[in-house]
């Protein structure tokens, strides 16, 4: 389930809700804003592909689980986010836009480092992006079809949110096979990860 989907069901995107730590949960008001039952839409709701649950919470809001957090990579294609003014020095996490820009790199990087090591490009399975720090990331990605149609999306903190997920999954949960380990089912997820990150992101290849 991806929230694309879900918005062809709501009539809009819903908003991620808490830290998708133990559970991916959204939480959607389109209930009272078209004036519709909350208990009808959440039947349409729950007939969804990969919708784990719906709950009707007070004032008719929804609040819905997946199953699979991993399907909203999926989602993410190109976003024309301009790039803040940011100054290219000082190169430390001080800077917001090195932070940015550094992770755009890191991201880069991955696929041709994936190329040279053998991982595949095919057989997604995004039941394998279940990791706290791959999960921190997919939570980020997740707020983008709601920020993409808002007046004020508030990208540059958005940016720089993306980017510290990033870098946190980056150095605790390799995307490519570490040592001698062979390419697995969740390198080839983490480097489709990587993708949707490096489509977000703003910045050059290398740094």
């Known amino acids: 389930m991806t929230p694309d989907r879900l918005a062809e069901v709501l009539g809009e995107p819903p908003a991620p809700m808490g830290s998708w730590e133990e559970e991916a949960a959204y939480l959607s008001a389109a209930a ?17 592909p990969g919708v784990a649950g719906v709950e009707v919470r007070e004032h008719g809001f929804l609040r819905i689980v997946v199953s699979v957090p991993g399907e909203v990579v999926e989602c993410v294609g190109p976003v024309e986010i301009p790039e803040p003014a940011w100054p290219d020095f000082p190169r430390t996490w001080d800077n917001p ?38 999960r921190q990331v997919l939570r980020v990605l997740a707020e983008l079809p709601g920020r993409a149609v808002s007046r004020e999306p508030g990208w540059e903190a958005y940016l720089v949110r993306l980017a510290l997920a990033y870098h946190d999954a980056h150095e605790r949960a390799p995307a490519v096979p570490v040592g001698d380990a062979a390419p697995a089912p969740v390198h080839t997820a983490r480097v489709r990860m990587a993708q949707a990150v490096r489509m977000v992101l703003v910045g050059p290849e290398r740094l």
């Open 97 to 134: 836009g090195f932070v940015v820009r550094y992770a755009h790199a890191r991201a880069c990087a991955v696929r041709r480092w994936a190329r040279e090591l053998g991982v595949p490009e095919e057989g997604f399975r995004p039941e394998e992006l279940d990791g706290p720090h791959d």
């Open 32 to 48: 009272p804003r078209r004036h519709v039952p909350a208990e009808g839409l959440a039947e349409r709701v729950r007939e969804v």
